[in-house]
C-alpha cells in the first residue's frame, strides 16, 4: 500500500477518505481542505478527526463555556485558570493546589473495569503535568436502577476499578457519590476527580517553546488499546440495544502510573522540562498540536521512532491510540542526557520523537517521509464551533406543573416512622460503605475526613496542619425540573459541604454531563445550567478553573437527566480545627440553621414514596448560602460548633440518622411551633445546616448568628440511643443501622 504521504496527498486530491467513519461531518471534512489547500493525508485526517471530536473541541458547548470567563468573579487566589491541563489555586504559606473532575462515561459501560480504572489514571496525569504532587483522588458515579441487571453488571466493575487503580497508585479516595436514576441505564456517569499539591515556582504549563528544544515521549509503549478511544466514544449516542461495535477502551497499568508519576516528579526538581503535557484523550495527536500550538513556534515529529507494543499499527493508529500512562516533554537539548537518566532510574521507557522548530507548522513524518503538515492552531485550538439550535422542551412546563405538594403524605407518627426508614434504606440514601471500603481512604497518612464526611480534607503541610477540602455534588432530579436553579443547587451544595467542614470554599472544577447536542431540547438543558452555574460563581466568588463537558450520554431518543457535576475546593489553615459530622458528646444542644420551607420537588421523599419527579426544586439564595458558610467556618475556627452536617438529599431526617449512626449517638428534637412535622422531616429547602453546639458556647453561637442575620433554630438535643422526634416516633439507632446499612451490599454483594 502507498504511503499517503503530504506529497501524494497533493497530487490525488480526489482520492476517497473515510471522513464519515471517522466522525466528520461533510462541512468538517471540506473545511480541513481548505485550512490545507489540499486533501488531507490520512494521518492528518485521523488527527483532525480525534481532535475535532465533541470530546476534544467542545464544538458544541464552547459558546456556553465563555461565560465562565466572561463572568469570573475576581479572585486573588486564582493562579492558572480556564485552558490548562487544570486549575490552580493559592492555598497559602508558597502552596499551590491544582484540581479538576473529568467524565470516562461511555468507556465505562463498555468496559466497566478499565474504563473507571483508565479515568482515575487520566485525571492523575492531568494534574502531574501541572507540576503537583496528586495527593487524593474522588468520584462521583451515577447508575441506572439499583435492581436492573446491567447495573449489577457495571457497579462491581466500575467500583473495582476505581479501587484497583486508586489503590495501587496508593492515592487516598476521599470521597464523591453514588446515585442510582433509571435515566442513567445504559449511560452510567464516571466521574473522577484528583487533587494535587506544588510550591508556587513549580507550577508548569502545557507549552513547547525554544527552537531546537526536544520532544520526549516517555512512559509506556503505544498500543492498539484504546485507538479513537474516548474521544469517538464520546461523540456519539449509543443505539438502544446496547453497545454496538466500539474503538477499544484503553487499558490501564497503575504500577506504570506510579513509576511515571515519581520520575516526572524528580524531572521536576531538577528543573528540566520547558513544557509538559499527558497523553489522554486523542493520546498523540492532541499532545503534539497542543504543545506546538500554545508554544512559540512550530514541531517536527519523527513518527516511526515512538516506542510501540504492536509493531503492525499504521502512523495513523499511532496517532489516534489513547494508550495510557504517557507523558510528552520539551527539554532543552543539554538536559536531555539528564532526563534520559532519570527515566531508566525509574524504568520509564523514554523517546526523543522530534523537536521544536522556528516556523509555523506541526510536522510529522514516517520513515523519512512527510506525512503531517498542518497549523497546529487548526488542529487543537481552532475547531469547528456550532451554535446548536436549542429551544425549552414543550414538556416543562407540564412537568414544572406537576407538584410534589400534592402527593399524599403520612398523617400519623407511625407513617412517619415507617417512611422515614423506607427513605433511609433506598438505594440513594443508604450506606455506600460496601463500595468505600473497597478504596483506601488513608493512604499516604494525611486524610483528615473521607467517606461519608460532608467533604474530604487533607492535610497539604505536616508542619502547620495546612490543608484543603473537596466536595463534588450533583442532582439531576432538580436540573431535569430547571437546569438553570438545578446547576446553582449543586454549586451551593458543594460549597456548603466545603464550610461544613470549616474549610473556606476557594473555586470550582465542574463536569457537566448530558444527553445528545443535536437535540434543541439538551441544548437548552445544556445553555440553562451553564448560565445558572456562571451566575452563581459571579454570586459566590468561586470562579471556574476547568472541567469537562461529557455529551452524547443517550440511549436511542433517551436523555440522561441534566447532570452538572460541581466540585469545590476549599482551604483551612488547621485541618485540627475541621468540623466532624458524628454527634459524639451526649448533652450538645442542636440547631437547625437557615429557613424550612415546603419545598418537596424533586426531592427524595417524592421519589422514594411516590416514585415521582414534578414540580420545582428549592429556592436557591446564594447570598444566604454564603452566610451559612461564613457561619460554619467561623464555627469550627473558634471552636463554638463540634459538628455540623448540611441539608440536602433526603432533607432534615436523613441529616439527623448519619450524624446519629457516624457517632454512635443518639437525638432528641422537637417539631419548631408552625411547621408540619412532615415538612420539618422531608424539605430539601437549601441553605441549612444542622449543627452540635457544645452548652457553654450556646450563648456565643446564637448571638453569632443572631449579628448576622442567620435564622438559628434551636431543635433538640443528642442524647439517648435512638432517633426521637417528641410527639411523633421514636427510631432505635440499631434498627436504623440494620436498614440503612444492609441495602447495597444485598444488591451488590
Known amino acids: ?334 538536559k536531555v542526557d539528564r532526563f534520559l537518566e532519570i527515566c531508566e532510574k525509574w524504568d520509564v521507557i523514554a523517546t526523543v520523537i522530534g523537536e521544536v522548530t522556528d516556523g509555523e507548522r506541526l510536522e510529522i513524518f514516517w520513515h523519512g517521509e512527510q506525512i503531517v503538515d498542518v497549523p497546529p492552531r487548526t488542529v487543537a485550538h481552532e475547531g469547528p464551533v456550532y451554535e446548536r439550535p436549542y429551544a425549552r422542551p414543550e414538556w416543562q412546563d407540564a412537568l414544572q406543573a406537576d407538584d410534589a405538594a400534592k402527593l399524599p403524605r403520612p398523617a400519623t407518627g407511625e407513617e412517619l416512622r415507617e417512611q422515614v426508614l423506607k427513605l433511609v434504606s433506598s438505594p440513594n440514601q443508604a450506606s455506600k460503605s460496601w463500595i468505600t471500603s473497597q478504596y483506601d481512604r488513608f493512604v499516604q497518612g494525611n486524610t483528615v475526613l473521607a467517606q461519608p464526611e460532608d467533604s474530604g480534607m487533607v492535610r497539604i503541610d505536616e508542619e502547620t496542619n495546612l490543608g484543603v477540602a473537596v466536595a463534588t455534588d450533583g442532582n439531576g432530579r432538580y436540573a431535569k425540573l430547571d437546569p438553570y436553579a438545578g446547576a446553582q443547587l449543586a454549586l451551593a451544595e458543594s460549597y456548603r459541604n466545603v464550610a461544613a467542614t470549616g474549610a473556606r470554599p476557594l473555586a470550582i472544577s465542574n463536569c457537566l454531563n448530558f444527553g445528545s447536542p443535536e437535540d434543541p431540547a439538551v441544548m437548552w438543558q445544556f445553555a440553562e445550567a451553564t448560565r445558572g452555574l456562571a451566575d452563581g460563581c459571579l454570586a459566590l466568588g468561586t470562579p471556574v478553573t476547568g472541567g469537562n463537558v461529557s455529551l452524547y450520554n443517550q440511549t436511542g431518543d433517551t436523555a440522561i437527566h441534566p447532570t452538572p457535576v460541581v466540585a469545590v475546593l476549599g482551604v483551612i489553615d488547621d485541618v485540627n480545627r475541621r468540623t466532624p459530622m458524628a454527634f459524639a458528646q451526649e448533652g450538645q444542644l442542636l440547631y437547625l440553621l437557615g429557613d424550612t420551607r415546603e419545598e418537596l420537588g424533586g426531592s427524595a421523599w417524592s421519589q422514594v414514596i411516590h416514585d415521582h419527579l414534578g414540580g420545582l426544586p428549592p429556592a436557591v439564595d446564594l447570598d444566604r448560602e454564603k452566610l451559612l458558610g461564613e457561619i460554619l467556618i467561623s464555627g469550627s475556627r473558634d471552636g463554638m460548633i463540634d459538628a455540623a452536617h448540611d441539608l440536602s438529599d433526603g432533607g432534615l431526617v436523613q441529616a439527623l440518622v448519619e450524624s446519629c449512626l457516624r457517632g454512635g449517638r443518639g437525638a432528641r428534637v422537637v417539631v419548631p411551633d408552625g411547621l408540619d412535622p412532615f415538612v420539618f422531616l422531608f424539605s430539601e429547602s437549601a441553605g441549612r445546616a444542622i449543627v452540635s453546639v457544645p452548652r457553654s458556647e450556646e450563648l456565643r453561637f446564637t448571638d453569632m448568628c443572631g449579628a448576622r442575620g442567620l435564622p438559628a433554630t434551636r431543635i433538640g438535643v443528642v442524647d439517648g440511643e435512638s432517633v426521637e422526634v417528641q410527639g411523633q416516633f421514636s427510631l432505635p439507632l440499631a434498627e436504623v443501622r440494620g436498614v440503612y446499612e444492609a441495602t447495597i451490599p444485598a444488591l451488590f454483594g
Open 1 to 334: 500500500m502507498t504511503l499517503d504521504t503530504v506529497k501524494h496527498a497533493a497530487e490525488t486530491p480526489d482520492a476517497p477518505q473515510p471522513w464519515a467513519e471517522l466522525g466528520l461531518k461533510q462541512d468538517e471534512y471540506e473545511r480541513i481542505r481548505a485550512i490545507l489547500g489540499r486533501r488531507p493525508t490520512g494521518a492528518e485526517l485521523a488527527m483532525y478527526s480525534v481532535m475535532w471530536s465533541e470530546h476534544c473541541s467542545y464544538k458544541s458547548s464552547k459558546v456556553h463555556l465563555r461565560q465562565f470567563g466572561e463572568k469570573a468573579p475576581a479572585n486573588d487566589a486564582l493562579l492558572v485558570g480556564i485552558g490548562e491541563n487544570a486549575g490552580v489555586v493559592d492555598a497559602g504559606q508558597g502552596y499551590a493546589v491544582t484540581f479538576k473532575v473529568e467524565s470516562h462515561n461511555h468507556p465505562s459501560y463498555i468496559e466497566p473495569y478499565q474504563g473507571a480504572a483508565t479515568g482515575v489514571g487520566g485525571i492523575v496525569r492531568d494534574i502531574l503535568a501541572m507540576g503537583a504532587r496528586p495527593v487524593a483522588v474522588m468520584d462521583p458515579l451515577r447508575f441506572g436502577a439499583a435492581d436492573h441487571p446491567d447495573t449489577k453488571r457495571v457497579l462491581p466493575g466500575v467500583v473495582s476499578g476505581i479501587g484497583g487503580y486508586g489503590n495501587c497508585l496508593g492515592l487516598p479516595n476521599i470521597g464523591g457519590e453514588v446515585v442510582f436514576d433509571p435515566c442513567y441505564q445504559g449511560n452510567p456517569l464516571v466521574n473522577a476527580l484528583c487533587v494535587g499539591v506544588m510550591k508556587h515556582e513549580d507550577i508548569h504549563l502545557a507549552k513547547a517553546s525554544g527552537s531546537g528544544n526536544r520532544v520526549i515521549l516517555y512512559g509506556a509503549r503505544t498500543g492498539g488499546d484504546g485507538i479513537g478511544g474516548v474521544s469517538v466514544l464520546a461523540s456519539e449516542t449509543f443505539d438502544s440495544t446496547g453497545p454496538a461495535k466500539r474503538p477499544a477502551v484503553q487499558v490501564g497499568d497503575p504500577f506504570q502510573e506510579k513509576l511515571l508519576i515519581e520520575c516526572t516528579l524528580e524531572i521536576f526538581r531538577e528543573d528540566l522540562v520547558t513544557g509538559i503535557q499527558d497523553l489522554g484523550g486523542a493520546g498523540l495527536s492532541c499532545a503534539t498540536s497542543e504543545l506546538a500550538s500554545a508554544g512559540s513556534g512550530g514541531m517536527r515529529v519523527e513518527l516511526d521512532t515512538v516506542p510501540l507494543r504492536d509493531a503492525t499499527l499504521s502512523p495513523e493508529e499511532i496517532l489516534m491510540s489513547e494508550s495510557q500512562e504517557r507523558m510528552c516533554a520539551i527539554v532543552e537539548p543539554e
